[in-house]
């Protein structure tokens, strides 16, 4: 068993920025992959952002492109997202996700492939 807890959520105002943090334990954290999905209330959960075990490897949806950062510490554990040029459309809870990964190093953006979940935490952005 993996269990994730995120935080850093809260408000902000459109343009801010928020770091994300999502605290791993329980197992190797290295031999998991991460991601990172959200849901808005009324709409299905979507992805954000998946990176492989060893950091290498990263891969962000089109809508956070180039605002959001994703990165992992796999010495203290902990998976990470930067979400700069916050918008009111990135208002939702965010999750953080694992799935364990020993050989590929690849990154996942289905969530069906993800085996561990995190509470969530929420994010708003006020206009």
């Known amino acids: 068993q993996v269990q994730l807890v995120e935080s850093g959520g809260g408000l902000v105002q459109a343009g801010g920025s928020l770091r994300l943090s999502c605290a791993a334990s329980g197992r190797t954290f290295s031999n998991y992959a991460m991601g990172w999905f959200r849901q808005a209330p009324g709409k299905e959960r979507e992805f954000v952002v998946a990176?492989?075990?060893?950091?290498?490897?990263?891969r962000y949806a089109d809508s956070v492109k180039g605002r959001f950062t994703i990165s992992r510490d796999n010495a203290k554990n902990t998976l990470y997202l930067r979400m700069n040029n916050l918008k009111p459309e990135d208002t939702a809870v965010y999750y953080c996700?694992?799935?364990?990964?020993?050989?590929?190093?690849?990154?996942?953006?289905?969530?069906?492939?993800?085996?561990?979940w995190g509470q969530g935490t929420q994010v708003t952005v006020s206009s």
């Open positions: 996700a694992a799935v364990l990964d020993l050989y590929s190093n690849t990154v996942h953006y289905t969530s069906d492939d993800y085996d561990y």
């Open positions: 990176i492989s075990w060893s950091g290498g490897r990263t």
